[in-house]
């Protein structure tokens, strides 16, 4: 007998909802076979069967949501095993959400139940790791044959290389500590009061549950603005002949029915001035600093309920046109749950843009392990001095997030200047 597991599909994946069954008690599955679909905090995604048998029973009906990682949801008849067909359970009923007898505030995220122990099973020649794992090791240099997995069926994963890489993990809550010395690792979050205790009456809100992704945003956001020594530096740009090229490019790309827009124009400025400035396009380590090879960008999607940042990878080698194109394909299956983890996994440096909002500036909190991230606030007719005379221009402002540990001052000044220059004469980015 083998219990299916529900597979940690990305890194900060604690939980997810079943969408659908892909097989039925009965059906006979092998290796690489797609069985179910997953919807995470960010995405839908399909899961592969990593054994071979025949499915006994389905234990977790599809549909259901907020199913644990490393919980059964199947169970198959191994090899040489007569199998025991179990009707598939109801899927749940649809039932109005309750909020929590007692409210919490949404800073405090609950560490999710530990996962039992499962099984190491020889896979013969094959070794089983997730994509994630084998880039890491790849990546490393590690011999995935070496590294014992953790996983579902000693599965290799993320924290098995991260452990075989000589990497720090996080400490676990409860473990036992030598007599008179610290706890290891981050402190506890702390305790914040309920509403009723600072004085807000019962009956007087309604609580909207946080979802996965809502879950995941503010864990990592809480990490990155407590963990990293960041700081901002604001710069003003004027984008009168930035929207003089943009109104000419489209006119040239009309027949291709491609329209470029400010930001696409930013995301190209940004991607050149890091292959100028190459020390801002880095990331910290516990192992060093990582000098990226290209300057893929991390773009902030608004999405109903939290944000996700897919990637325009190696876009300094991207014209404009291209970069639209993958940009609004990127943005428009971001918001329909479609991407796939490498599609907004990983990235070099993030831009969040504002501007449509009418925002003038604002400050963003680092997309770690990043190193920067670029706020853009809206363009505005602002009074400015030429030679001595006042004028108006169409004025932007820019804020460059930086984290300390890897982007000082002087390197984000440099940064910025190169980044301008390009914004208030277009014609730089392609020479």
Request: glycine content about 8%.
């Amino acid at each position: 007998m083998i219990d299916i597991l529900m597979p940690a599909l990305s890194p900060t994946m604690e939980e997810g909802a079943l969408a659908k069954w892909h097989v039925k008690a009965g059906d006979t599955v092998k290796a690489g076979d797609v069985i179910a679909e997953i919807e995470t905090d960010k995405a839908t995604m399909e899961v592969e069967a990593v054994d071979e048998g025949v499915v006994e029973a389905i234990l977790v009906a599809a549909g259901t949501e907020g199913v644990k990682v490393n919980t059964p949801i199947a169970r198959l008849a191994a090899e040489g095993e007569a199998p025991v067909i179990t009707p598939v359970p109801p899927a749940p009923a649809a039932v109005a959400p309750k909020p929590d007898p007692v409210p919490v505030a949404a800073s405090v995220v609950q560490p999710p139940a530990a996962a039992p122990p499962v099984p190491v099973k020889p896979a013969g020649d094959r070794i089983m790791a997730s994509p994630l794992a084998r880039r890491l090791a790849e990546a490393a240099g590690l011999d995935l044959a070496a590294i014992k997995g953790s996983g579902p069926h000693g599965r290799v994963v993320k924290v098995d290389v991260d452990a075989a890489r000589g990497r720090p993990q996080p400490a676990v809550a409860g473990a036992a500590q030598t007599p008179g010395t610290a706890p290891a690792g981050p402190q506890q979050p702390r305790q914040v009061q309920t509403l009723e205790q600072m004085g807000i009456a019962p009956g007087s809100y309604d609580l909207v549950p946080l979802d996965g992704m809502l879950r995941t945003v503010a864990r990592r956001m809480t990490d990155s603005f407590r963990d990293i020594p960041h700081f901002p530096l604001t710069i003003d740009l004027e984008i009168d002949a930035l929207l003089a090229a943009r109104a000419r490019i489209n006119a040239m790309l009309e027949k291709d029915g491609v329209k470029v827009s400010v930001n696409d124009m930013v995301i190209k400025a940004v991607a050149t001035a890091l292959k100028r400035v190459p020390a801002a396009n880095a990331s910290y380590t516990p192992e060093g600093l990582a000098m990226h090879h290209h300057a893929d960008i991390a773009v902030a999607v608004a999405l109903d309920h939290g944000l996700i940042t897919p990637i325009i990878r190696s876009a300094e080698t991207k014209g404009l046109a291209q970069i639209a194109v993958e940009a609004k394909d990127l943005a428009n299956r971001a918001r329909s749950k479609k991407l796939k983890p490498e599609e907004f996994q990983g990235g070099t440096f993030s831009i969040s843009n504002l501007g449509m909002f009418g925002i003038k500036s604002f400050n963003s909190i680092i997309n770690e392990p990043q190193g920067c991230i670029l706020s853009v606030g809206a363009g505005e007719q602002r009074p400015v001095v030429k030679d001595g005379q006042l004028a108006v221009a169409t004025v932007m402002s820019v804020t460059l997030t930086c984290d300390h540990r890897v982007v000082d001052g002087a390197i984000g000044a440099r940064f910025l200047q190169v980044f301008k220059a390009m914004i208030e004469d277009p014609l730089t980015m392609i020479v």
